[in-house]
């Protein structure tokens, strides 16, 4: 007997296969569906061992389900305690170089052993919190911190210092990828926003350091207590975070061998963000080899200038340009020329710098300070948007990690050679030399983004309309 559609739609045995075929397909996966994130289930915690094993594991409470704006202070809170740290010492350097009996080249060394160590780490581990998650990320970053601090502070010679600062310089570059990923995935429709607030958190606890390390060292063990006060601001923070229900990892590892997702990298670049990439690179290097000027040499500089020994005045004047820095993130700043313009006012500032030392006037000293800050701090933060908007999600951490390779090694390649020539040469002799070499470089830049703009607004028929919100 042959059935017609129609009969087998009616019969008991057709109505019977169909509800079963309907009932296969229902269980089955759209393809089409993009899957949804993994999240934990109601009775499962990610631990912080589950989470660095990328494992799920039971627990028999739930955590701290910390709104958005709680989220968004740690994650920035982290990383500026991080850097507070990693620069308290810089009014302790005239201290420590007494105390220890090291040279100029001493101090250099030290200073580069925390941003090779930052740097190398951000090569190899810059992808981490991709696949074990922000806040595992963040308190391993914290961990290594205290050890670094600890080391630092009871140092009695340049390997032992330069241990220390190598450790705070891992601690760092850990916090740094998982802090500036964990902020654009809080605010999502906020790209612009995320990025001020990483930058401001970033330019504020390096400019918070000099100024703390300076007032805390007033108090008895003046190389140890701000390392003491430190480390007790830093074991709080590991409270909440270790309190906190983490979200899932946005690329956590698949198989049996999950570790193998922290393998380093070869680092890569879409080609829609290769431009934007590269510029970023590029003000990032020369942005923190001024800063890396300021941390080091720059509080024996400008005691000369100031004609001043206290330590809390030194880390102040040091702080200066990086406060002004942090600061320029609260400005609105519109226009495709806002690069331009804020590279030209970073290259008169730093020639300035030189000028102050020459006329002595401790007044110009601050002026070219805030000028330098307030300058790179727009141009870097507009290059820093931009790179950052045309990043795919999945490879945020790791991207915005290499652009911070090349800028943080703006503080340890130019620096080491500015520290060999004061040797050579005397440390005003030295200095004069390397701001007119950064002045030129923040004058070609600002060229180059100068043309850049032009053009663009050639293209589009004027600037009025290549305007958009900064």
């Known amino acids: 007997m042959i059935l017609t559609n129609s009969s087998m739609n009616h019969s008991p045995i057709g109505q019977k296969w169909r509800n079963l075929y309907v009932s296969i397909l229902t269980r089955l996966p759209d393809p089409t569906r993009t899957p949804e994130p993994v999240e934990a289930s109601k009775g499962t915690r990610m631990t912080v061992f589950s989470e660095l094993r990328m494992r799920p594991a039971t627990a028999g409470r739930s955590g701290w389900d910390a709104s958005t704006t709680a989220r968004l202070a740690m994650a920035g809170t982290v990383i500026f305690t991080l850097l507070v740290g990693a620069n308290l010492a810089t009014p302790l350097y005239p201290l420590l170089q007494e105390s220890l009996g090291l040279s100029s080249f001493g101090i250099t060394v030290a200073f580069a052993s925390y941003v090779l160590a930052l740097v190398s780490t951000l090569m190899l581990a810059g992808h981490w919190s991709d696949h074990i ?16 601090g600890w080391i630092f502070a009871h140092a009695e010679g340049l390997a032992a210092l330069s241990a220390g600062r190598s450790l705070q310089g891992v601690a760092v570059a850990l916090a740094t990828g998982a802090s500036a990923a964990a902020l654009r995935e809080l605010l999502p429709s906020r790209p612009e926003w ?46 909440p975070l270790c309190l906190l229900r983490a979200r899932p990892a946005i690329m956590p590892g698949d198989g049996v061998r999950p570790l193998r997702a922290l393998a380093p990298r070869r680092p890569s670049v879409s080609t829609e963000a290769r431009g934007a990439f590269w ?44 406060g002004a820095s942090a600061l320029s993130q609260l400005l609105r700043v519109r226009g495709r020329y806002a690069v331009p313009a804020g590279l030209g006012v970073l290259g008169v500032s ?36 931009d790179v950052a908007g045309k990043v795919e999600p999945a490879r ?47 004058f070609g830049l600002a060229v180059m983004t100068w043309r850049a703009a032009t053009l663009q607004d050639a293209r589009r028929g004027g600037p009025h309309q290549a305007r958009r919100p900064a």
Do not use: D, K
């Open 133 to 148: 998650g922000r806040r595992a990320a963040l308190i391993l970053a914290v961990v290594v911190g205290l050890a670094g």
């Open 194 to 239: 995320a990025s001020r607030f990483t930058l401001l958190a970033s330019a504020g606890g390096v400019a918070a350091g000099p100024v703390i390390g300076g007032v805390l060292s007033m108090l008895p063990g003046p190389t140890t207590a701000p390392y003491y006060v430190h480390s007790a601001v830093l074991g709080g923070l590991l409270v």
């Open 279 to 322: 510029l970023a690179a590029a003000v990032g290097f020369l942005s923190f080899s001024v800063f890396g000027f300021c941390l080091s040499l720059a509080p024996g500089y400008f005691a000369q200038i100031v004609q001043a020994e206290s330590r809390p005045v030194i880390g102040a004047l040091a702080g200066v340009t990086l």
């Open 350 to 385: 730093v020639l300035l710098l030189a000028a102050s030392a020459a006329w002595s006037s401790p007044l110009l000293l601050v002026a070219a300070s805030i000028g330098a800050g307030l300058g790179q701090g727009v141009a870097f933060r507009t290059v820093f948007n």
């Open 396 to 442: 945020h951490a790791q991207v915005i990690s290499t652009v911070y390779v090349i800028t943080y090694l703006g503080s340890a390649v130019p620096v080491l050679g500015l520290g060999w020539a004061t040797a050579a040469f005397g440390l005003a002799a030295s200095v004069t030399g390397f701001v007119a070499l950064c002045g030129i470089a923040a």
